[in-house]
């Protein structure tokens, strides 16, 4: 079963425009990793946000998680072409758990 | 450093016929997955190896899937005999095995299998 869930399922937007994607999930949390996959390539780890951290950023990439809501967002700033992917969520609900992913949001750059 | 090599890339078979997938970590990683990615679907776990001991296989289907970690270094999934319903992505990834969680796991590029 999935725990985590983005929305929205796609989501096509113009090159130098923002693009944020949103996770849900069900249980309480001790990490939340994003993930990104390139067209029948394999996952790329993007950013990891602990239970006890509510925002953090790397690059173009802004993350916030909000416990209370159990939702978390991926912010993608000045998006590129390349940055067309499919995006998951993973969540672990303690540290000897394994990842949970949700079924993805996948994002189109229209260059 | 190598990446997670998986092979191989496509496999094409029919059904009740056996398949194996094999896969090698990046060198030191002591934890191993197998997830299985349906088609729009996120990566589900078959099973996870700490070094060669299998510590979460819940979710493989044990009456037609194994899978071995020799050595505790690379291993193989086999499927015997296969179904349509298999045709999936099969991905391999590793990890360096934190304490506390939070192990960033790297992918290979998976086997995409096409059951006929």
């Known amino acids: 079963s999935q725990q985590g869930e983005e929305d929205p399922q796609a989501l096509s937007i113009q090159e130098g425009e923002n693009a944020t994607m949103n996770c849900s999930y069900k249980t309480s949390i001790n990490n939340l990793q994003w993930y990104r996959q390139n067209s029948g390539r394999g996952l790329v780890h993007l950013i990891l946000?602990?239970?006890?951290?509510r925002e953090k950023h790397s690059g173009r990439l802004r993350v916030t998680l909000d416990t209370s809501k159990k939702s978390s967002s991926l912010l993608i700033t000045a998006s590129r072409a390349a940055d067309t992917a499919s995006y998951f969520c993973?969540?672990?609900?303690?540290?000897?758990?394994?990842?949970?992913f949700g079924k993805g949001t996948r994002l189109s750059v229209i260059a | 450093e190598a990446g997670v090599v998986q092979s191989p890339r496509y496999k094409i078979i029919e059904k009740k016929q056996p398949v194996a997938f094999w896969c090698n970590p990046i060198s030191g990683h002591n934890t191993l997955y197998w997830y299985r990615q349906n088609l729009g679907q996120g990566p589900e776990l078959l099973i996870r190896?700490?070094?060669?001991?299998?510590?979460?296989d819940s979710q493989l289907p044990k009456d037609r899937f194994s899978a071995e970690r020799l050595k505790g270094v690379d291993s193989t999934l086999k499927i015997q005999p296969a179904e349509l319903g298999d045709s999936a992505v099969y991905l391999c990834?590793?990890?360096?095995?934190?304490?506390?969680?939070?192990?960033?796991?790297?992918f290979g590029p998976g086997t995409r299998l096409t059951v006929l």
């Open positions: 946000i602990r239970s006890n951290e």
């Open positions: 990834a590793s990890s360096p095995g934190l304490a506390g969680g939070g192990d960033t796991q790297y």
């Open positions: 993973a969540t672990d609900r303690t540290g000897n758990t394994p990842l949970v």
């Open positions: 190896y700490e070094n060669e001991e299998a510590v979460d």
